[in-house]
């Protein structure tokens, strides 16, 4: 790696070298409760041999009114969410932060959430939101009660954000299938049960077919199926589809657990992916690999890491400002990962009929 060796030991190596988590050594460097003597010892000696040194800016932070950082999530299962929270964990604790998750699954819970009378901001100093929106109103409301907010998978006017461009994800996948000679292309994607205004998967489909009319190719009625972003219903959806009057030679699912569960379809039809049917997803989830699927990767555990990391700047910006009101350069803030295709073996060209 081309890092300098002065990098700074983090939690991360800590946790690596104690066989702990990070939030374990959060727990056990602050002395607080529910950690075993021999643990916090343990974490102790791996801290002072790495001469691990929590962030002393962060550290100020974590001295703040509550300490705590608040994550909301659509679901709590299900791979793209969990590896997000997981991302912005490491960073909370890394600060001293405590951190806590709660499941937002329908707009009503997100209203009562931000609502003035539930008191947010006893309870936390900032809040993540990953693929939730909030109104205009909201995000003003939360910013006068000095609660710092960051959005994953959406953006906020003068608020920090982290979200890929999900257009471009849906015209590399068609580009790819058109390239490789297809035009009875179907899309598994879909809205997610629950989630508010679950912005992706319009923009993937928007993308998806602006590319597809470019290269003069119309979709078929019918080739867009609701897979509801898991295994189940990409399943669900493929059988659909091969039992359907023209089968298509190729498909694109919005999500890997989408694809998994297209996979499972072919196999049981006796289908191979790639050669009977073309199959590309989005993610690059840690099983894409496992099943040679062909794919979009997305930095999953670092759009967690990133806006855990603008939250935290955002909320230290605020300490200063004396007014109470400090608006970060949003331009600065909204970062846009970086998606690569990943050719593996789901896809290739179609079947010579």
Request: negative net charge; proline residues 5%.
């Amino acid at each position: 790696s081309n890092e300098s060796p002065a990098r700074r030991a983090t939690i991360d190596d800590v946790a690596a070298g104690a066989g702990v988590s990070v939030a374990t050594v959060s727990r056990a460097l602050r002395n607080l409760p529910n950690v075993a003597e021999s643990t916090r010892q343990r974490v102790a000696d791996v801290a002072a041999s790495l001469a691990y040194q929590p962030d002393p800016a962060a550290a100020r932070l974590a001295a703040g009114r509550t300490g705590t950082v608040t994550v909301a999530v659509p679901s709590l299962n299900g791979w793209y969410f969990s590896t997000v929270v997981a991302g912005a964990e490491t960073v909370c604790a890394d600060a001293g932060l405590e951190f806590q998750v709660i499941g937002i699954a329908t707009p009503q819970q997100r209203d009562r959430l931000l609502d003035e009378l539930q008191r947010i901001e006893r309870r936390t100093d900032g809040l993540i939101l990953i693929d939730i929106t909030v109104t205009d109103e909201q995000a003003a409301s939360l910013q006068r009660r000095r609660v710092s907010l960051a959005t994953v998978g959406s953006r906020t006017i003068g608020h920090p954000s982290v979200a890929i461009d999900d257009t471009h994800v849906g015209r590399v996948a068609a580009d790819h299938l058109v390239g490789l000679g297809h035009r009875r292309i179907a899309v598994i994607g879909g809205v997610a049960d629950g989630p508010m205004s679950f912005d992706a998967p319009i923009a993937r489909r928007r993308g998806f077919e602006s590319a597809i009319h470019a290269h003069g190719i119309t979709l078929a009625e019918g080739s867009f199926m609701n897979g509801q972003f898991n295994v189940a219903g990409g399943y669900a959806a493929m059988t659909a589809l091969i039992d359907s009057a023209e089968r298509p030679t190729a498909v694109f699912a919005m999500s890997d657990e989408m694809a998994f569960g297209a996979i499972m379809a072919l196999n049981e039809h006796g289908l191979v992916p790639g050669d009977d049917v073309s199959l590309i997803g989005v993610d690059d989830h840690e099983f894409a690999q496992v099943v040679r699927l062909t794919t979009i990767r997305q930095p999953v555990a670092d759009h967690g890491s990133a806006a855990a990391r603008l939250l935290i700047e955002t909320m230290t910006a605020r300490d200063r400002s004396d007014a109470g009101v400090h608006r970060i350069d949003a331009e600065v803030a909204s970062l846009q990962p970086e998606v690569h295709l990943v050719e593996r073996s789901t896809t290739g060209p179609p079947p010579r009929t």
